[in-house]
């Protein structure tokens, strides 16, 4: 199991561009989570996703943020002309289906994707 | 409102030294506690987590509800202990599991020879 993958690594966007962050959970896991983590600061929630679905959104901007996760591929999170301010580190972790309690559902991070807005 | 605190931002000891790296917590119900750590160039992973009491790479935390705290220890620090630790919470998910994690800002453990 390779883990919870994220591309790109790093993306550089303009003012005003659209950025694409991409998330693969591990397999077998139907939960994505997605974190931002500005400079000096903490992983901060975003958003939690299952399957065609968004539990919780609590997290994310009212405006220029949405994220997905389809039945097939990746889960996207997609930021709408970029300002300066949403250079950050982007995390996105899994964990799998849920049982009575979920105990177990640890979330597995990926490598995160650091995007820098010029 | 769920905060985190975590007043270090580096912790500088010597190998074989004690190491307590700090966490408090604010939180309405009952919680769920984790230290999460990050070596260099690796993906962020869970140490451990309250619920399962065990010790691992030698490190414990204990979580005290009167204090509010879950302060992590280790007796021998070594130097590949050197990492980015960041304590966590989880609001307990009756039937969902664990959902959203509330992190702190992180504290750099720095172990020399």
């Given amino acids: 199991n390779a883990g919870v993958m994220q591309n790109p690594r790093h993306l550089v966007r303009r003012r005003g561009q659209e950025a694409r962050l991409r998330c693969s959970p591990m397999k077998g896991h139907s939960h994505v989570y997605w974190y931002r983590q500005l400079p000096e600061e903490g992983l901060k929630f975003m958003v939690y996703l299952q399957k065609e679905n968004i ?42 289906l849920s049982g009575q309690g979920g105990w177990n559902n640890e979330q597995f991070f990926g490598p995160g994707t650091r995007l820098t807005v010029l | ?26 939180y309405s119900g009952s919680p769920e506690l984790f230290w999460y750590v990050q070596y260099s160039r690796q993906r962020l992973q869970l140490l451990l987590r309250h619920i399962s009491r065990e010790s691992i790479k030698g490190f414990t935390a204990d979580l005290n509800k009167g204090e509010t705290s879950f302060h992590l220890k280790k007796p021998f620090a070594q130097e590949e202990d050197s990492a980015m630790y960041y304590c966590a919470l989880s609001g307990r998910g009756m039937n969902t599991g664990f959902q959203k994690l509330v992190f702190g800002t992180g504290t750099r453990l720095l172990v020399s020879p």
Wanted: charged content about 25%; hydrophobic content about 35%.
């Fill in chain 1, 55 to 96: 539990i919780d959104e609590s997290g994310m901007p009212k405006e220029r943020f949405s994220a997905e996760f389809p039945k097939e591929g990746p889960s996207i999170l997609r930021i709408q002309q970029v300002v300066r301010g949403d250079s950050a580190a982007y995390f996105c972790a899994s964990s799998p």
């Fill in chain 2, 1 to 26: 409102a769920q905060r985190v605190t975590q007043p270090e931002k580096l912790l500088s000891v010597f190998k074989g030294a004690p190491v307590e790296l700090k966490c408090n917590y604010s």
